[in-house]
DNA sequence: TCGACCCTAACGACCGTTCGTTTTTCGACC
DNA sequence: GGTCGAAAAACGAACGGTCGTTAGGGTCGA
């Protein structure tokens, strides 16, 4: 009975978390049963139990992949040694590459993340929480050193930046005009002109 | 049976509207059980479908209310005798009003949409095609006019504009520092300064 | 022989929708 | 102004189906 559940390390389990991403961001938590997985993985409905505890359970996962992989590419971008322009320039560039590279579990963090409990979605809070102040980080930074106009709001101009990066995966296919990286660096130059002194 | 499901004008029936606008914002459409409606507005079940035909119908209803809205306001902007700059703010200072005015019903539009059935869903999308392409036009009145920049992408900057704009929903709470004006105000000048030429 | 893996059956609850019946509403008529 | 009758609105039981989850038993490779 549930004899995994804690032990998050199995192949066929992380099978089960992408699988999981894929009908998330297509369906949507809710629009997505627990049969629609079991036809994805050729299983019946119950085999699944040996391997997660819940359906909650298997979104947190998805939701929290999703979350990490932002953080450790923004902090790559933090601790940079250079301009503010520069380390934002570098933020956004990483988080359209992430949210396009991943873009189901991004899909499914930014859009099904509130159907988690109250429990697991502080969690996940308080990540995003820390992703925003990041940005704000950088943001302030540009203003102290004069990159960026001192009249800026700084949690305005962080919320800017990253509407502009989440709303990414709403309209962007594979293969269209744009890669990841142009797409990211085309956001950061008309953003990061906006900041900069006339 | 189903006696009215035509005639969608009725005063209890917009309140169903309004109710499911509410409900499905919160909850999300699949989330969201004819329980929870009627629970909402005093009533059974069943009794439900006497005004309606469908909760399919009602989503509906609410996302093509939503795109309605923005639709209206954005023509208004188009058919300014003024620069494309002004152009441009106009309507993102609607759009953010607009968002916020309307909370529920843009959630909806924005979130649940793709929950449509494909007939329905088609008639939605024609209405988010025509919307982006008002941006697109003032974005090139803008370049013609040399008011922006010629080597920006058109449908992308557009998209930028858009992208900043949906996600307001999303951080967005009553009551806080910032009312919906100022917001759309403060994006404009951050979005319309990347354009215009150096 | 053991344990990992899956199947099958079942659980109680809830899903969206239908429909015949009852209650409420309200304008027309005495 | 009170009464009546029809239309509108709501009830409440039932429909077939699906939901997430549990549990016990079987299969098979190590």
Chains 1, 2 share one sequence.
Request: no cysteine; hydrophobic share 45%.
């Amino acid at each position: 009975m549930a004899q995994a559940a804690e032990i998050t390390r199995s192949p066929r389990r992380e099978e089960m978390v992408r699988a999981a991403a894929r009908l998330f961001s297509e369906r949507g938590y809710h629009g997505t049963s627990m049969q629609h997985l079991a036809d994805a993985l050729g299983l019946q409905r119950g085999s699944l139990y040996a391997h997660i505890g819940s359906k909650q359970e298997l979104l947190f996962d998805v939701v929290e992949e999703g979350a990490d992989r932002f953080l450790e590419r923004g902090q790559k971008a933090v601790e940079m040694q250079a301009l503010a322009a520069v380390r934002l320039r570098r933020l956004l560039v990483g988080h359209v590459e992430t949210a396009i590279e991943h873009l189901d579990a991004a899909t499914v963090f930014l859009n099904e993340w509130r159907y988690l409990s109250p429990g697991l979605a502080a969690v996940v809070q308080e990540k995003r929480d820390r992703y925003e102040g990041m940005v704000r980080q950088i943001v302030e930074d540009g203003i102290k050193e004069k990159e960026f106009r001192a009249d800026v709001n700084v949690r305005f101009a962080a919320r800017l930046v990253l509407s502009a990066g989440n709303w990414t995966y709403a309209w962007f296919r594979p293969g269209g005009e744009m890669g990841a990286t142009e797409i990211g660096e085309r956001f950061a130059e008309l953003l990061i002109k906006g900041l900069e002194p006339s």
